[in-house]
Every structure is written in structure tokens, then in C-alpha cells.
């Protein structure tokens, strides 16, 4: 498993400095650690973005205090960024959040014995943190002696916007420091990001946790909590398992019918339902989860007969973690299962199962993938993994053709009492963060789910997505594939550097650009 290390070379910092004030930038997906060290390398043009219509980008500035503690740190927007021609994208577009810290006292982010002689302060619980918390930015915060502070910059590029430079400027201010003004300058290119994602998605939440967390009480409370998970997932082109409604109802349909959904979990009792108002073609039906013993592929087939009673076209989901040792799960499973989900680890190294999926496809069937814990050297949502292995799993799944990615939730706190403090939410200490991509914003003061650095980068995989499916419509895949390649040579051989992904991403939007021209 690709570990975080405490020294973070990529984080950029400013030239304009002072003994007590350091500014730098990082990437989205560089998990900026309370010590990392950094160098200033940025240049004079300050932070920097590049975006379509309908896409949402971030970044990170990074306040680093001196020998003394920081106080009364603010970062604000001075206004609309202003572009050519009267153009303006409004500051409501540009959102500002704190980066926040999750505690690893007992080292389960940090097991690699390895890891732990070579970064030593790591094991000091003081420091020892993960950032992934995304909550809004307060209006003024301190930031310890020695201590980094990303603040976590996203710009939200509405469809159609127009394209040109649009250019703002943040403030920094902290008690007894100078006002530093850092330019913010944001290329729109002339293109826009489909509203339906090409990738199919299947998010698992855990509606009864979120109500816990929040202390819900009375129905419209929790009518609006759930809506409000439910919606943070689709923002973030993610289709949820499960609607905030009942989904045989007629408040579900305007969510079955939203064009940013793909999929959603049904059940046998739907069907008429969905059939009725031509919705059947989102739904999956997920009668057994990974099935291992032959009880469990007969209690799979079984309901498979009883799903296709009901309509011989209803699609059957099938996670596979690994092959069964008594038969060929593609026989006992054709005419069952529709979308062959198996484990990431399952369909790299099973080759001859592969090919076997492949056959299934070449008859109308579907291949997707899923990831959990454990995985190795295999791209994950894990806390203490690097950020660029977020993303990096959609440039595999596009490589490979895969139509879909399944993760089994987004909200599993069952096994700890506050996410916020402790996020060993499964029971393997190589699964830090398992399951769990929203922390919940009551303890924030907000009645609405939190996004995570990790969810952020699962956006800009997707929205890459998105881009290699432009460039193959206007260049050719092979092309793509190519870019692809200089990031991605399988699913456990991989680049992590995060300056050749975004140069590769801009020189797509580039290619784009000169395209629609």
C-alpha cells in the first residue's frame, strides 16, 4: 500500500514571506501534513486553475506559521473575479474550506514498520493527523508554531460559462503580519463537461448512521438530512445506492430521473413501479453480496428467478470478491447476473475470469469494479493513502474499459463513536477511513454533511473521465490512451506524481480547446 510521507517535495511556496508567514499552494490531491516541509518555488502569477464549463476544480493555499503561534488567520475573496469583456464569475462560485486533521493516535495509518523508522515524529501522537475533513473556512483561526494550514480553494465553473481568464485576489491577514494579496486566476476553456457521467457509480450510504450522528428528531429533520447526504454524493457526479425516499413513490421519481443519477439500488417490489415510469434501466437489484459459499450462490440464483419473474431485463449486481473454489462463477451465474462486479484485486489477477467477464460484456452484459479494504499496492479511498491514488483509480477504469465502479459506503460510523476524532471505522488497521467519505457537520455547527479531501479527488477522477471520453470523441482513444499511459501502466503500476497529472490534464484541455475552435 502506497503509504503518505511526512515530506511533502510538491507543496510550492511564495516568494513573498515573512519570518512568521509562510504562503505555498498545493495540488488537490497532496495531503499537505502538519510538518511537511516546504520550498518556495511558486511563481509571481500566484494560484492558478484551469477548467470547462460544468466542472468544479480546487486547490490548496498552505499557511505555514514560524517560530510563533499564528493568530487571527483570515483568507477572504476581495469579489467576483472579473474577465474580458464585462465577464464576471460571481465569488458565490469560489468556495473557501478548512482543511482539517483526523487524530491516529494508535498508529493504524502508520503500521508499515518502515514508515515509521523512516519519519520518526509520526509516531508522536501530538502531530500524528491525516487532513481530510473539508468544512467550511472560519473567519479567523490560529495556526501553531511550525504548523501548516491548507485552506481548500474550489471554484465551481457553471455550464456555458464563457471561456477566457478570470482573475480575483485573496487576502491573508493574521495578527501583527502584513496583508498579502495572492492572485487568483482561473482559465475557462470553451468546452463543457457532460451533466450524466459517462462512468456508472453505485455509492453506498448509511442513512441510519447520519441520522444518529445528528440527533435527528421528527421526520422533516430527517426527510432533509437524508436529502442533503443524498445530494453532496450527486454533486459529486457519485450515485448513491439508495433515494431519500422510498423508491416506489412518486417524491423519488424527481431523483430516479435526475440526468446526474445512473444507478440506484431496487428491490423485487419495484419493478411494476419503475417498469410504469420507464425507470427500470437505472436500477440494480443487489440480491447477495459476495458470495463465497455454494448456499450463497444458491440463495443468488434463487432470487435472480424470482427478480426475472418479474421482468426477464431487471439487472442483477454480483460483487465477486474471489473466485469460488467449487465452480466457474460465470457459469453458475449466466442469465443471473447482469453487471459482473468483482474486487479490483479479483479482476487483475484473475486473468482467465476476466476473459470471462469479457464474454459476458460482448453479449450486452456489464463489467464494473469495486474496492475495499484491504488492498495492497491497489488505488483506494484509504485516509492514510496518498491523494493521487484517489484519482488515479479512474484513469485505470477508463484504461481497462470497466462501465461502472461500486463502493459500499460513504457513512460507515458504526464502530466509532465520533468520525471526527477517530476513523478506524473497520475492524483491519490497512483500512483507515473504510467506508466513510462525509464526516457529519454537526460537529461543525452545520446540519448538512461535510465533503473530504478523499471526495474531492474521486470529483476530479471523475470529471477526468469526462475528459478522456472528449479526446476520444474528437482524437481517437488511441490518443488517450497514450496520456494515459504516461500515469497508469496497470492497477499496481503507477505514477504518483502529481505535477505530471495536472500538466497531462491541461494539455487535454488544451487539445479541446484548439479542437472546438
Known sequence: MHLLPVFVPFIMTSRVTNPDLQLGVAPLTCKVLRYSKIKPLLPDAGLELWAAGNERVSHQLVITAGEEVLEDVSVRLTGDLQGSKGKTLDSGNVALLQVSYIPDPEGLGIADKTLQRRFPELTDPSIRAWPDPLPPLQESFTVPARFNQPVWIKVSIPEHCPSGLYQGTLLVSAQGIATHHI???????????????????????????????????????????????????????????????????????????????????????????????????????????????????????????????KNPIARIVTPLRRRPSFEDPVELLAGTTWVWCPHISTYDSDRQLRKRFEERRDLGEEIWVYVSGPGGDYCNFFVHQKGILHRLLFWQLWRYHLDGLLYWDTTYWKKVSDPWKDMATWFDDRSFGNGSLLYPGKKVGQDEPVSSQRLECILAGMQD????????????????????????????????????????RRQIGECLTIQTQ
Open 183 to 309: 492572485p487568483l486566476r482561473i482559465h475557462v476553456w470553451p468546452f463543457n463537461l457532460p451533466v450524466t457521467p459517462h462512468l456508472r457509480t453505485a455509492f453506498g450510504i448509511s442513512y441510519p448512521e447520519v441520522l444518529r450522528a445528528h440527533e435527528s428528531q421528527g421526520e422533516s429533520h430527517k426527510a432533509l438530512l437524508q436529502q442533503r447526504y443524498y445530494e453532496i454524493l450527486v454533486d459529486h457526479r457519485l450515485s448513491p445506492y439508495y433515494t431519500p425516499t422510498s423508491v416506489a413513490s412518486a417524491e423519488s421519481i424527481r431523483y430516479l430521473r435526475d440526468p446526474r443519477v445512473t444507478s440506484f439500488q431496487a428491490n423485487r417490489g419495484d419493478i411494476d413501479f419503475l417498469v410504469a415510469h420507464g425507470l427500470l434501466c437505472k436500477a440494480l437489484f443487489y440480491p447477495v453480496d459476495e458470495p463465497r459459499k455454494e448456499e450463497d450462490y444458491e440463495r443468488l440464483i434463487e432470487a435472480g428467478k424470482q427478480i426475472h419473474q
Open 465 to 504: 473521465i469526462e475528459y478522456f471520453e472528449l479526446l476520444s470523441q474528437t482524437v481517437g482513444e488511441d490518443m488517450v490512451q497514450q496520456i494515459i499511459a504516461e500515469m497508469v501502466t496497470d492497477f499496481t503500476d503507477y505514477s504518483e506524481d502529481e505535477n505530471k497529472l495536472e500538466e497531462l
